[in-house]
């Protein structure tokens, strides 16, 4: 399959003279230009190109095949007889050389196999890029990306010579010179497949600005998000029984003026997912963080601040349609998300029932991220607001910190009408270094035309304004940098001349579900094979009632809900008499919950000490005592 999508796909390939970071490859409809971050990577990316080309010349013979896997130690054995080695001895050198060198043949043909199916892809998804940004082309302000440009039949083999130049230069001849630092980031056609498996959104390099994708991303980690991705689904299963509509006002007429999050629903208001997993969606775009770290690490400090800022508001595009609650968690039930393709490992725990609080804790390439949270709530009757309470914590791996708090969600329309959620307060992002960000989530309004807008800037130590943001929550973010503060200050919509995206929404999946989970949110509660073995028993995928909901089976995720719900009804008791979470502790100093460490240490040897049945049967259990029991539960 991979050496005919080189046939399929690549007709040649060529480097520019002019630009040494510069390449091209030229598929039978279009020449697609491409820009690495170094000299280095273009040459790492022409060797591949030459090699998968030679592999498909030679009819699809992989190395190790070619060579039939055989060498000579003949060498080897004359030397050791001339040291007078015995014969036995010489045999076994000799096996053993052998079976070291099977091995390491074994390894690179997986490698070269994941690499050239790589490399086969890459034209088809480029392309698939280059047409669905047609649209932001076609608006003059916002031109992000190249303009297509046919290769018109040219089929050279890549060389380096004067004449496979021309034909760079033909093309490049055919663009304009503002159109010269926008190139399609190379680095970025990995790490963005991970985020969306669809390459939907692209970023830019800047000039000669640009944060170039170090070695993070080597051959290793593209073959893991070759395997895991093709792992990962993209729907969930299909409802084993027919949906059902339920009042909600039925449900929660006589509950006004009672906490709702505390109100007893049945799982029709339910999505398949738990508030631990819900923490995890807000980690979708953590390849912002990959590039905040980047830029910081190449002393562009200011755009990092910007990414960084752009991550804390790409949180909450997830939430944008999506009516239906999370499952609540029971105290101890964990959630882990290991996605190596995203380069990040998630954690989170539920470490309090009374108040309700969650922690959790990821780690990515270059930088560390924690939090906890804790809702207040309050219901006016129609709507409920929500005010977080807890600081988020982001620790690059050079020491600079960042910490921010999120802003106030009001749900609306709860009894009449879709139920719909906004966003709005100020954001303070604070960091330990030069920079520090204000985005201001504006407050909705009947007049507002233009709703779920962001806007903020980033000062710098002196408390100059050094640059803006601007965007929507639900779409994407801009930034504007200069040195002029007046410019800034007249910048009010990214459509501003100069604009540069940093964020912008993943697509929406081809097949929809009926709570409108996001590609990324379809994949959390998914049991991949394998997966179960290694969870421990408090893992949310483990959680019976969301399973049944997740296969559509109503009736027993209710009486399955039911019966957990008892149970959580003894979580005040268990608080009380002492429980502590099992893999985060409260700093007393400032009531910040922080991982112990351990949790995956603990999942390679599947030793789970200290980590109860918690979805299991409520008779193992110690009975509640009634007078401790909840009026209502949680859900
Ligand atoms: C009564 C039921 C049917 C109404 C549905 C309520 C839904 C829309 C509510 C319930 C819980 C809510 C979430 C609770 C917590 C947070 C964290 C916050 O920082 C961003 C919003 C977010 C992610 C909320 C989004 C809206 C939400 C999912």
Not at 130 to 137: G, H, L, Q, V, Y
Request: proline share 4%.
């Amino acid at each position: 399959m991979t050496l005919q999508c080189w046939e399929d796909s690549i007709s040649s390939f060529s480097e520019s003279k002019s630009d040494d970071k510069r390449f091209y490859i030229i598929t039978p409809t279009k020449t697609l230009q491409l820009r690495t971050g170094c000299v280095k990577d273009r040459v790492a990316w022409i060797e591949a190109l030459v090699s998968a080309r030679s592999e498909y010349s030679l009819g699809g013979i992989l190395p190790s095949d070619r060579n039939g896997g055989s060498f000579s130690t003949e060498k080897l054995r004359d030397r050791l007889h001339a040291e007078g080695v015995g014969a036995e001895i010489v045999k076994d050198c000799e096996q053993i050389v052998h079976s070291e060198f099977s091995q390491y043949h074994v390894q690179m043909k997986q490698r070269c196999e994941s690499y050239l199916s790589f490399i086969g892809s890459l034209p088809r998804e480029l392309e698939a890029v280059n047409s669905e940004d047609a649209t932001i082309r076609g608006n003059p302000q916002s031109q992000l990306f190249k303009p297509d440009f046919s290769s018109s039949g040219k089929c050279s083999e890549y060389s380096n010579t004067e004449s496979s130049e021309d034909a760079g230069k033909q093309e490049i001849e055919k663009m304009s010179d503002e159109d010269e630092f926008h190139f399609y980031d190379t680095r970025q056609s990995f790490s963005d497949g991970v985020a969306s498996p669809d390459l939907k959104v692209r970023y830019l390099n800047y000039g000669n600005e640009a944060c170039k994708f170090g070695d993070s991303l080597a051959a290793d980690k593209t073959n893991e998000y070759l395997l895991s991705s093709a792992k990962r689904r993209s729907k969930l299963p299909e409802p084993v029984e027919k949906e059902r509509s339920v009042s909600l006002w039925s449900m929660i007429k006589d509950n006004v003026g009672k906490d709702l999050t505390r109100v007893c629903l049945p799982v029709y208001f339910n999505e398949p997912l738990s508030s631990l997993q819900k923490c995890f969606e807000e980690l979708e775009y953590s390849y912002l963080l990959d590039r905040a770290y980047e830029c910081g690490l190449r002393g562009n400090g200011l755009m990092r601040i910007l990414y960084v800022a752009a991550f804390a508001v790409s949180g909450y595009a997830s939430t944008d349609s999506r009516p239906c609650k999370p499952f609540n968690p029971l105290l101890g039930e964990t959630y882990e998300a290991d996605y190596p393709e995203k380069g990040i490992r998630f954690f989170s725990e539920k470490v309090s029932h009374h108040p309700m609080a969650m922690a959790c804790h990821c780690e990515g390439k270059g930088w560390k991220f924690w939090g906890d949270s804790n809702l207040k709530s309050k219901f006016w009757g129609q709507s409920i607001q929500l005010d977080p309470s807890g600081i988020l914590t982001l620790e690059f791996d050079d020491g600079e910190t960042f910490q921010w708090s999120k802003v106030t969600t009001t749900i609306n329309n709860l009894i009449i009408g879709r139920v719909y959620c906004h966003h709005h307060g100020t954001m303070n992002i604070s960091g330990n270094k030069k920079y520090s960000c204000k985005l201001m989530f504006k407050e909705q309004s009947f007049l507002e035309r233009n709703p779920r807008q962001v806007q903020g800037f980033v000062k710098d130590a002196d408390g100059t304004k050094v640059a803006s943001l601007m965007g929507k929550w639900d779409e994407s973010m801009y930034c504007v940098v200069s040195d002029d503060a007046s410019k800034l200050n007249s910048h009010t919509s990214h459509q501003s001349a100069g604009a540069t995206l940093l964020w912008k929404k993943n697509e929406p999946p081809a097949d929809p579900t009926r709570y409108n989970l996001s590609s990324f949110a379809i994949t959390l509660n998914e049991l991949t094979p394998g997966l179960k073995e290694k969870l421990p028993p408090t893992d949310s995928r483990l959680r019976p009632d969301q399973r049944h909901l997740e296969n559509g089976e109503y009736e027993k995720a209710n009486s399955e809900k039911l019966r957990l719900e008892t149970r959580q009804r003894m979580a005040r008791n268990m608080q009380e008499s002492g429980w502590k979470p099992r893999w985060f502790q409260r700093d007393s100093e400032h009531g910040t919950y922080r991982y112990v460490g351990g949790y995956w240490e603990a999942r390679e040897q599947t030793k789970w000490v200290g980590c109860s049945d918690i979805f299991g049967s409520f008779c193992d259990n110690p009975k509640p005592r009634v007078s401790t029991l909840y009026t209502s539960a949680s859900v």
